[in-house]
């Protein structure tokens, strides 16, 4: 796996010692939800009458601890609802549906629903030690005429009679301000088919609307591709990667022309405060482009640059997005998600930990989950 070096020295973090007992929180509550976006941002496109990059696809996941002198992960006998807080996060300001058929066939999805048959308010599918919902069709608007990036899906956890007995709340981040126009012009689609027909051999112009997807592999959406071109990530990297210095003077970083845009807060997480940048975990364009790497599997660590010693983090083999910590809690749960990670810029990310624990830092006010206070320091690392 290609990784950049650290951008400094191994970070020292020591455990903090537990919150106290009068701490001025809540009264711990029977059950603790924790909930995070599966990425920081989810990139679609703003029509698709010419070409579909991504269609309107966010997910979310997972966990709930019941609380109490020894917490327990829940693993059935109760479900897990999301609803939008905010009516303006519609499915209706988009052209995907219209389009659908002709992108997905016999696959496209009804009005309003998303690849994986879900909708903008559903149940959570029971995963793992959590739960998890996938493709949810949030588009980024809030109200008429107004974009917002970061709507909220609020949680509700309920019992086999539906009677609720817990909430949360989750940013689910969508964007449709890709930066395409910034090299391809406004009419973006139509371009990037006639270059690819030009450089390919291709027809897709006249096969309009095309679905990227249909050839180039992208495992975050299930799709396989056809198993000859290059999965759709390595793709655009390639293509890209001798173009980022047209960029020069339009935007300060140029990974943020395209993931997903000039003008949306994509990475925003505490690592900002460090001055780290995407090419510290990330390295150079070309990295992504090497030969072997597998886009969506081979990722920076966290331990990479965090080695105190006797903390844990992930597991061999396991990506940060699969690893787990303290409890079995998955590290999101208490991190967020890697690229929006706690303390966020952005309040909408910070919504939760502010709503379990009273403050916007990573989730480690022990009384969210534990009662009473155990007392001690906390232990960063995996318990049986």
């Known amino acids: ?81 999301y609803a939008p807080r905010d009516s303006g996060a519609i499915a209706g300001a988009t052209d995907f549906w219209e389009q659908a058929p002709a992108l997905l066939g016999n696959a496209a999805p009804a009005q309003g629903v998303g690849l994986a048959g879900l909708g903008l308010q559903g149940e959570m599918s029971a995963s793992g030690d959590g739960f998890a919902a996938d493709a949810i069709p949030v588009v980024p608007t809030q109200g008429i005429g107004h974009e917002g990036p970061f709507p909220l899906l609020d949680l509700t956890l309920v019992d086999g009679d539906a009677q609720p007995l817990a909430s949360g709340v989750v940013v689910a981040p969508s964007s449709w301000d890709l930066g395409c126009s910034l090299c391809h012009g406004s009419d973006y689609a139509a371009d990037i088919l006639v270059q690819h027909d030009a450089r390919h051999d ?44 047209e960029l ?34 990330h390295g150079q364009i070309e990295d992504l482009t090497a030969e ?27 990506a940060y997005r699969d690893s787990v910590g303290h409890g079995g809690l998955s590290c999101a749960a208490c991190h967020h998600s890697p690229h929006a990670l706690y303390s966020s810029e952005l309040d909408a990310d910070n919504t939760q930990n502010i709503e379990l624990q009273g403050y916007a830092g990573v989730i480690s006010t022990c009384r969210v989950c534990h009662d009473p206070n155990p007392g001690g320091l906390f232990p960063h690392v995996v318990e049986p």
């Open 292 to 318: 072997g790497r597998t886009p969506w599997q081979d990722l920076p660590r966290c331990g990479d640059c965090h080695q105190t010693p006797g903390m844990d983090y992930e597991q061999p083999g396991t």
């Open 202 to 245: 291709t027809t897709h112009v006249d096969e309009a609307p095309v679905r990227c997807g249909r050839c180039h592999a992208q495992p975050e959406l299930g799709w396989a591709g056809d198993g000859q071109a290059p999965m759709l990530a390595t793709a655009l990297h390639r293509a890209h990667a001798e173009r980022l210095g």
């Open 248 to 281: 020069e003077g339009q935007i300060s970083v140029p990974c943020l022309a395209c993931h997903p845009g000039p003008d949306t807060p994509f990475y925003r997480g505490n690592h900002t405060e460090r001055d780290t940048t995407c090419t510290d975990c």
């Open 1 to 81: 796996m290609l990784l950049a070096g650290c951008p400094r020295a191994p970070l020292d973090e020591t455990a903090s010692p537990v919150d106290s007992a009068d701490s001025g929180l809540p009264a711990v509550q029977t059950y603790a939800v924790f909930a995070w976006p599966s990425r920081a941002m989810n990139p679609m496109d703003p029509g698709y009458a010419t070409a579909s990059l991504r269609p309107p696809a966010v997910g979310i996941r997972a966990q709930v601890v019941a609380q109490g002198p020894s917490p327990t992960l829940v693993q059935g006998g109760l479900s897990l609802r």
